[in-house]
């Protein structure tokens, strides 16, 4: 229904002036796609970067760049960073379901949580140092900060600038968006952590009440308080950093509910999942003709997105002995030595146009470790999946797909030839998954307005309006027992208990009154 | 931003075949509204009607009627059926806030409603009853069963039809439409039938709180029984109504939050509030003449809407003295035996063309009763209100106005020639009310899309898909403890004691044993 031609629906705009505070990595592509077409609608665009960021250049044409010197390279935007990481996690996972394995995992992924958010805070604490920086952005005069809260620096600078916000988020802080900012009953509401349906057995609503209370104490005590101290620090005590996170102004959410299970929301999240997709191109006569080669058999794409080095040598070789197994031609994109036995039906790439490919009338399957940019790519063309997730929200996002019967879930670390094949197969000839993934297709497609011109609309009305505050609850400024209504149930207990004493009381008072007389009468 | 014209961005529709069942008098007017629109987009409207319908006509040249001939006639159906009810309700209200006044308003109201909610069942009775009926329906092949869900007849039908449904609601059964299929906090969303901000002191809350148990008792006790002995005639004991009402596929919510507080709310739901403005046309020569008249003075408007008869003399008379005190010019709808005083500068109407009114350069306030239409009309234009709240929702409508420094409330059964001209003045003279309603204005028209074509792309979306259940949790199918989660933290409770007695009870056997050992020791 619609198409990113629909842009040209929306009116001129005033150009305006936008801050931008990206995470890196995968992030940053759809970031960086979001103010290309800010640019390209006439407002000037200033990105905030660190010296060694790994994707965000200093110099491109649709916007500026504010380079922040840290006195230590932050890791965390250095290529090998997450690679290392999931090269640890890989092999915790191997270990199989073990107490220790349990800790071990905690352990390695808070420890890395922590250590990610610690490192963003000395970003702020750079910035809010160097007074000469910070009066340039003052001077700038900027109407709205766009970030991604992921890593929330943005919002201590949007609060020091007393400018609106708005949020281009799937992950904020420690979980999921929405369980910042709307309720999250963990009757049906996943947890963000843990990979599981809405629709939940008694055992796994216990385990879901307990991630809820772990991902709460997370956030409270891993990563919330290298923020506060500097809230405290360059606010003082009356500021809350998880109000200042509660308090944007609008949230441009990577989520379609054709994905997400639906769950509660609020009046300020617009929700823009899928905004990068667009038709595909014609691919170079290189591929093309390596296309056509594959015949009625089509072709299988793999990618890995920016984890493309994180598979050990054991598992690829096993996936390119499975690959070599099939008629169908396979694009891989793999940028390290490639594995020995790759078939002659693969081709190894270190780059591909990945949406064109999907796009592609050939195309039979796409084997993906789950991260969002690729699921809503393929979605939208309505390839099916076979997926490997690897880290953090991988898994959960394969559940959703595999829970509407679209694609199919392989354990990396369990990984053989044999198994992997049989997932392949089971995709490419149970013909369930590409109808299913075709009809997610058609859903995701139909829309009033195309994501991404959902997402220029309300940046712009932050700017007209210079926030959206009617559009915002400002119930997160409560205090905790009086949002929960803690009080009013206590109170409500206490008149409950008080009439039912008095009721008591009397009777008994009467009882005794009855019976004392009775007894003088005997006597 | 986003104008009627805008229609003409949906795509050419294949026409379906859409199945109305409206409610009568106020409601009627932007049901009426959308049939048109989905008339001329090519669709075919049938709409179910009973032969003693007070507004919705046997013959219009935008849709079919059936007509349903009841036994009894449907006094609810009548004009004067309101009009007495508010009668008898000010007679209760200008008693006060005595307790006789309280168990008075309450018999009387909850009597009204379960009235209104008999009558409407006998509606589906004749329909499930009529064979003939019934199988003219299923032969014609809905697409879709639009409805207003304030009387929920149209629910059981698309039940029995297996046909998807789209709401077209702001009140269902006895409350607000958010309450049945969204979370509602009691501590910062308004009850329905309170008028308090979203900004509640802890008495507020309190009393917030007895208003959730008074509207969950109305709910389940006074209005859904005369649908659940339906359901469980024709439908069997498996299906539950309050589930049919909760499964609908889209909710086209008469909302907008630039007038209701900001709350929770579900993928499924659709906002339209003020989807029936457009723009205004130009006057009669006549009322243009009265109006050009009123000099730099302006005019001011007064309509109580289909409740226009609803004022007794003492009060209307009230109000023509206060009129007659103005410089600027009145045109007050009135369709009884006039006040005697009414001032040279009064034009009694007994109908007006109120949208052409509100939009005219001239206009200085609007005294309307706070009916929605009348309020969404006002805000568009962006004229300021002076309220005379009369019945239901009216008063926390006017309340919402208020809040934002929009509007004045009158209680209408204190009114004096005196209050009311201060009222007034007031709105007339100090200056934010008018930039305040402007501001409302400005926001309220800053929409991606215009409210009338959300609401036919929705209803054209659940033609197409046949449904929007992706866009629908289904947790309201869960048992009630499930959902509340009461189970989940019983477990835990038990889990917590449990354990806490194994650790007490073995600190207490070792400290025996201990203790033991040490006095065999002595001994």
Redesign the interface.
């Known amino acids: ?1 619609c198409s990113l031609s ?1 842009v040209l ?1 929306l ?1 001129e705009a005033e150009g305006g002036k936008i801050l931008v505070f990206p995470v890196d990595g995968s992030h940053w592509v759809n970031m960086n796609l979001l103010i290309q077409s800010l640019h390209s609608r006439g407002h000037e665009v200033t990105v905030v970067r660190t010296a060694t960021s790994w994707y965000v250049k200093e110099h491109a044409p649709h916007y500026r760049s504010l380079t922040v010197a840290l006195p230590s390279a932050i890791s965390i935007e250095q290529e090998d960073f997450f690679v290392t990481f999931l090269v640890k996690m890989l092999a915790i996972h191997k270990e199989g379901a073990t107490l220790s394995g349990f800790v071990k995992f905690y352990w390695e992924m808070l420890g890395t949580l922590s250590n990610i958010h610690r490192q963003a805070s000395l970003l702020a604490v750079e910035m809010f140092e160097n007074k000469t920086l910070m009066q340039s952005i003052r001077d700038t005069q900027f109407d709205v900060v766009l970030l991604d809260p992921g890593l929330p620096v943005g919002v201590l600078v949007a609060h020091e600038l007393k400018l609106p916000t708005v949020f281009n988020v799937r992950w904020i802080t420690s979980g999921e968006g929405h369980f910042v900012v ?2 999250s ?4 509401v996943p947890m963000s952590g843990y990979a599981v349906s ?2 939940m057995t ?1 055992g796994q ?2 385990k879901n ?1 307990f991630q809820y209370f772990l991902n709460t104490c997370i956030d409270r005590f891993i990563v919330c308080p290298h923020y506060d101290r500097l809230v405290d620090r360059y606010f003082g005590p009356d500021v809350k950093f998880y109000d200042l996170l509660q308090g944007a102004d609008i949230w441009l959410m990577r989520v379609d ?2 994905f997400e ?8 999240i617009a ?1 823009i999942g899928g905004f990068q997709s667009t038709p595909s191109k014609p691919l170079s006569s290189e591929l093309e003709e390596f296309v056509q080669s594959s015949g009625e058999h089509g072709f299988i794409l793999m990618s890995l997105g920016t984890l493309v080095n994180g598979l050990p040598e054991e598992i690829t070789s096993e996936i390119a002995a499975a690959f070599a197994q099939l008629p169908q031609k396979v694009i891989w994109r793999h940028a390290m030595k490639p594995p020995k036995n790759v078939g002659n039906n693969t081709l190894l790439v270190k780059w591909m146009p990945q949406n064109d490919l999907l796009g592609h009338p050939k195309i039979k399957a796409f084997v993906a470790h789950g991260g969002t940019n690729g699921i809503y790519e393929s979605m939208y063309h309505g390839v099916p999946i076979i997926g490997i997730p690897l880290l953090f929200d991988q898994f959960e996002n394969v559940l959703r797909l595999e829970e509407r019967g679209a694609a199919k879930a392989v354990d990396a670390t369990q990984l053989t030839r044999q198994s992997f094949l049989e997932a392949i197969q089971e995709v490419l000839h149970n013909p369930s998954y590409g109808t299913n993934m075709k009809r997610l297709s ?2 995701h497609r ?1 829309k ?2 195309h994501p991404l ?2 997402a220029l ?1 309300w940046v712009e ?1 932050v700017m ?2 210079k926030g959206a505050s ?6 997160y400024r ?1 205090p905790w027992y ?4 803690v ?2 149930v206590c ?2 207990i206490a008149v409950v208990l008080t009439l039912t004493a008095v009721v008591v009381g009397s009777i008994r008072f009467l009882c005794l009154r009855l019976c004392g007389r009775r007894k003088t009468k005997k006597e």
């Open positions: 229904m629909a629906f009116g709307a309720p009953p963990t009757s049906y809405d629709k008694f609503r216990v009440t509910f054709v299970f639906p769950r509660p929301t609020m009046p300020n929700y058609a859903l139909d009033p307005m011109e959902t609309y009305f007209r309006h009617h559009l915002r609850t400002e119930s409560m009086a949002f929960y209504s009080d009013v109170f409500l």
